[in-house]
């Protein structure tokens, strides 16, 4: 779960935060974790008690409804279209970070095919263990890079806290709020969870191991995307140094802190863009195979067809150079639709004592989640909004 919300999109929003407004909008970042920790915990939880994906339950509750076919295509608009066009971004930033690392230019083809057999070869094999594996190595990596470029910029501690627990909404920062909120609270990691829950543990025996997991591995994302926009604040804000990218920042951090700083934040954009590369194309296989009622066993051949297509189409537009901006603001549209709709349904079914008895919902769940979901739909209703007038 940290390796499918820290990508290169969630990295550039952290630096642009950190870079423009200093350490003010680190409780974005908080908000954003706490409400995602929320969530997660509901989708693990129907994933492990019940042994059903999201896609499941949705595909049972609707099996008789005229909103079936709607709902459907919204769902494959948004993840089928949004997570191909996405992976075009992974691969990118993946490329970028190596690149840092290389001193290479990030456009050479060589790195990025490079980057796409790697993803590729991991998706065909369709272990389940090594995958997780070698994600959680990923993260690790990811988590050591950001920590000592974190720390190589010497933050200052008190601004931090400040920014951390003093909500403020600087001049010109909403937007900045509403991507560092929507990159972290995302429908398609809802369906991952679920599904990756499923997969990993087997039943209520699991459940305290399994919500454990879940605060940990959304903690560490938290964190880590908090120590990305400390050391943008600490670095380019401080400095008053204009950055569009973290790759630009890491660019400019050898100058000011030395070589060590720009090659651990290199590493650290090369693990966040590979480990979403592996993360958005199983967040698609698992979403569709169980709306569709057939396998999502990562061994079957849907599941590696569908999600290698994924990985594919994003492999041709990073290579083309294409910005597919369409393709994204319909994802986007589509997104903004989407994830209130899906997050009104994880409340519906975990509310079910039929389905999960005394697991279900308490008070405080039921009241976390509705306020999560009000902001949800403001958030969606802000990203329509914006999309109509790009269109």
Same mark, same amino acid.
């Given at each position: 779960?940290?390796?499918?919300?820290?990508?290169?999109?969630? !990295?550039?929003?952290?630096?642009?935060?950190?870079?423009?407004?200093?350490?003010?909008?680190?409780?974005?970042?908080?908000?954003?974790?706490?409400?995602?920790?929320?969530?997660?915990?509901?989708?693990?939880? $129907?994933?492990? !008690?019940?042994?059903?994906?999201?896609?499941?339950?949705?595909?049972?509750?609707?099996?008789?409804?005229?909103?079936?076919?709607?709902?459907?295509?919204?769902?494959?608009?948004?993840?089928?279209?949004?997570?191909?066009?996405?992976?075009?971004?992974?691969?990118?930033?993946?490329?970028?970070?190596?690149?840092?690392?290389?001193?290479?230019?990030?456009?050479?083809?060589?790195?990025?095919?490079?980057?796409?057999?790697?993803?590729?070869?991991?998706?065909?094999?369709?272990?389940?263990?090594?995958?997780?594996?070698?994600?959680?190595?990923?993260?690790?990596?990811?988590?050591?890079?950001?920590?000592?470029?974190?720390?190589?910029?010497?933050?200052?501690?008190?601004?931090? &806290?400040?920014?951390?627990?003093?909500?403020?909404?600087?001049?010109?920062?909403?937007?900045?709020?509403?991507?560092?909120?929507?990159?972290?609270? !995302?429908?398609?990691?809802?369906?991952?969870? &679920?599904?990756?829950?499923?997969?990993?543990?087997?039943?209520?025996?699991?459940?305290?191991? &399994?919500?454990?997991?879940?605060?940990?591995?959304?903690?560490?994302?938290?964190?880590?995307?908090?120590?990305?926009?400390?050391?943008?604040?600490?670095?380019?804000?401080?400095?008053?140094?204009?950055?569009?990218?973290?790759?630009?920042?890491?660019?400019?951090?050898?100058?000011?802190?030395?070589?060590?700083?720009?090659?651990?934040?290199?590493?650290?954009?090369?693990?966040?863009?590979?480990?979403?590369?592996?993360?958005?194309? $199983?967040?698609?296989?698992?979403?569709?195979?169980?709306?569709?009622?057939?396998?999502?066993?990562?061994?079957?051949? $849907?599941?590696?067809?569908?999600?290698?297509?994924?990985?594919?189409?994003?492999?041709?537009?990073?290579?083309?150079?294409?910005?597919?901006?369409?393709?994204?603001? *319909?994802?986007?549209? &589509?997104?903004?639709?989407?994830?209130?709709?899906?997050?009104?349904?994880?409340?519906?079914?975990?509310?079910?004592?039929?389905?999960?008895?005394?697991?279900?919902?308490?008070?405080?769940?039921?009241?976390?989640?509705?306020?999560? *979901?009000?902001?949800?739909?403001?958030?969606?209703?802000?990203?329509?909004?914006? !999309?109509?007038?790009?269109?």
């Amino acid at each position: 779960m940290t390796a499918a919300f820290i990508g290169p999109g969630t !990295v550039t929003a952290c630096t642009l935060a950190g870079a423009n407004y200093g350490y003010a909008l680190l409780w974005a970042l908080l908000f954003a974790t706490l409400a995602c920790i929320v969530f997660q915990e509901m989708s693990t939880r $129907l994933g492990t !008690v019940t042994q059903q994906g999201l896609g499941e339950f949705l595909r049972h509750v609707f099996r008789d409804s005229a909103w079936k076919w709607p709902l459907l295509g919204l769902l494959f608009i948004a993840l089928f279209g949004g997570n191909s066009a996405y992976q075009a971004g992974n691969l990118a930033g993946a490329a970028l970070g190596a690149s840092v690392i290389f001193d290479t230019p990030s456009s050479n083809i060589g790195l990025t095919l490079g980057l796409a057999g790697t993803a590729a070869f991991v998706l065909l094999l369709g272990k389940y263990r090594l995958i997780e594996r070698l994600l959680l190595t990923l993260v690790a990596l990811m988590s050591v890079a950001f920590l000592t470029s974190f720390w190589a910029t010497k933050p200052d501690f008190n601004a931090l &806290a400040s920014g951390l627990f003093k909500p403020t909404i600087a001049d010109g920062s909403l937007l900045t709020v509403i991507a560092l909120i929507g990159t972290t609270v !995302v429908p398609y990691n809802l369906f991952l969870h &679920a599904a990756a829950s499923k997969a990993r543990w087997r039943g209520v025996d699991d459940l305290a191991a &399994a919500r454990a997991d879940t605060i940990v591995s959304i903690g560490l994302g938290g964190l880590v995307a908090i120590l990305i926009a400390s050391t943008a604040a600490a670095s380019m804000f401080a400095h008053a140094i204009h950055v569009q990218s973290a790759a630009d920042m890491a660019m400019q951090l050898e100058p000011l802190f030395g070589s060590a700083a720009k090659y651990m934040l290199g590493l650290g954009l090369l693990a966040a863009g590979l480990s979403s590369a592996i993360t958005a194309p $199983l967040a698609t296989a698992y979403a569709l195979t169980e709306l569709s009622g057939r396998s999502s066993d990562v061994r079957s051949a $849907l599941f590696r067809g569908l999600s290698c297509l994924v990985l594919l189409i994003g492999t041709v537009f990073a290579l083309a150079g294409i910005k597919p901006i369409k393709l994204i603001l *319909l994802a986007q549209f &589509a997104n903004g639709l989407l994830l209130p709709i899906i997050a009104a349904f994880l409340l519906y079914a975990l509310n079910q004592r039929a389905l999960l008895g005394a697991h279900r919902n308490g008070v405080l769940s039921n009241l976390l989640g509705v306020l999560i *979901l009000l902001i949800t739909i403001g958030l969606g209703a802000r990203s329509i909004l914006g !999309v109509l007038g790009k269109i």
